[in-house]
């Protein structure tokens, strides 16, 4: 049904009461609430969330989705199929994957601590696998364009039919012009409408120009990403999906720091020391997906204390050493980068190297680009000039 306006729960916090959503041309929402009742930071992460799948589906052809927390993405990714590996690394052994529960299943693992109570967006109508895969997930809420009568039964049943689901028009275009009150004052601007495909990717920079079809498709999920992530922003992609984001951070090598972090969390999970964790079976999901973070961590104290592990183990698990995670991390290959605006140094190349970087995807422009340009040559990789800028604030 057709809304003008929607009473929200409360604004960014409990004491910001009033607050509503509406159209200030006095039109109808674009959007259906079919279950919950979302609030004003549910709402901005369905919004920007559900425009950077629909750019995924647009640009990649692929069933798209995003996990979304606090206005920027923990995770994002294209329909690819699970290994057997990740199967067990996201919790989904023995779980029917359809093209796009197998994308929201990459996004969510991307960074699973990050996505704990997130808010997702689908690209496509909601099928019952991909229900399913949520059903058993902490999350607040979903958008898409269109829920099967049983996805959207199996959803109504979470958080004792609390959870948020929310339907929007596929077709909705919002205006050219859009704007935003800070302190009373009024901004306006164009909207960033302009779209990211492989023409970003034409100048390639370094003596390296060997950009296969799969970098490619990596490169753009990764500035697309970047489009609806908060500034400073880098993200990590390989095989489809985000394995680092990097948001909101004040220097750049911080973002590349943070999300290139991140990539190595997701690679290590997969080593065969943090499969074989004898977790006991009742121990719940989001409890293993923290304390395999707290395992991986470059820590040499011993944070697994007796008190811990005796709780969550049937026996003491080995800890990985420094220079066993070294190694390990040093097998992934062929990751791909995107920056939201030019490189000022070298040293986010050199980050991004130790983290198995080989293409990256950046604005260009910095007095040092030649610097910049010397690094990737040092290292083989393939990086690409794009000329936009992709801030988002």
Not at 93 to 100: F, Q, V
Not at 127 to 132: L, S, Y
Not at 139 to 165: F, M, Q, W
Not at 298 to 314: H, M, P, S
């Amino acid at each position: 049904m057709k809304m003008k306006e929607f009473e929200l729960k409360y604004g960014c916090n409990p004491n910001q009461l009033p607050a509503k959503l509406y159209m200030k041309d006095g039109s109808d929402l674009p959007v259906t609430i079919l279950n919950g009742r979302p609030g004003y930071i549910n709402f901005l992460d369905a919004l920007n969330s559900w425009q950077l799948v629909k750019e995924l589906k647009e640009a990649t052809g692929l069933p798209a989705a995003a996990s979304f927390k606090h206005v920027s993405p923990a995770g994002a990714a294209v329909a690819q199929p699970l290994t057997e590996t990740l199967r067990k690394v996201y919790h989904l052994e023995g779980y029917e994957m359809s093209p796009l529960a197998s994308a929201y299943a990459r996004a969510r693992g991307a960074d699973r601590m990050s996505s704990f109570g997130d808010f997702v967006a689908l690209s496509d109508v909601c099928d019952v696998a991909t229900a399913k895969v949520l059903q058993h997930e902490v999350s607040d809420g979903v958008i898409a364009p269109g829920y099967d009568d049983e996805a959207l039964a199996i959803l109504k049943t979470k958080k004792k039919g609390r959870y948020n689901v929310i339907q929007i028009d596929s077709n909705y275009v919002p205006h050219e012009m859009e704007t935003k009150e800070v302190f009373g004052v009024t901004f306006e601007q164009r909207r960033n409408a302009d779209s990211i495909g492989k023409d970003c990717l034409q100048k390639i920079v370094t003596k390296n120009k060997d950009l296969p079809e799969g970098a490619q498709r990596d490169l753009l999920i990764a500035l697309i990403t970047l489009k609806y992530t908060q500034s400073n922003s880098v993200c990590y992609v390989k095989d489809g999906q985000t394995i680092g984001v990097g948001a909101g951070q004040q220097s750049r090598v911080h973002c590349t720091r943070l999300a290139g972090d991140k990539a190595d969390k997701w690679w290590l999970r997969q080593s065969p020391k943090a499969l074989s964790l004898p977790f006991k079976p009742d121990t719940p999901k989001p409890v293993r997906d923290n304390t395999i973070d707290v395992y991986l961590s470059d820590d040499d104290d011993d944070v697994l204390t007796d008190g811990i592990w005796e709780t969550l183990f049937t026996e003491k698990p080995e800890r990985m050493t420094r220079e066993e995670r070294r190694a390990w991390i040093a097998q992934n290959k062929d990751v791909a980068l995107g920056s939201d605006a030019f490189f000022p140094f070298g040293d986010n190349v050199e980050r991004a190297h130790r983290s198995g970087v080989r293409y990256i995807a950046q604005a260009g422009g910095s007095i040092r680009d030649d610097q910049v340009i010397e690094t990737a040559d040092k290292y083989g990789i393939v990086m690409c000039f794009t000329g936009r800028r992709l801030f988002h604030h």
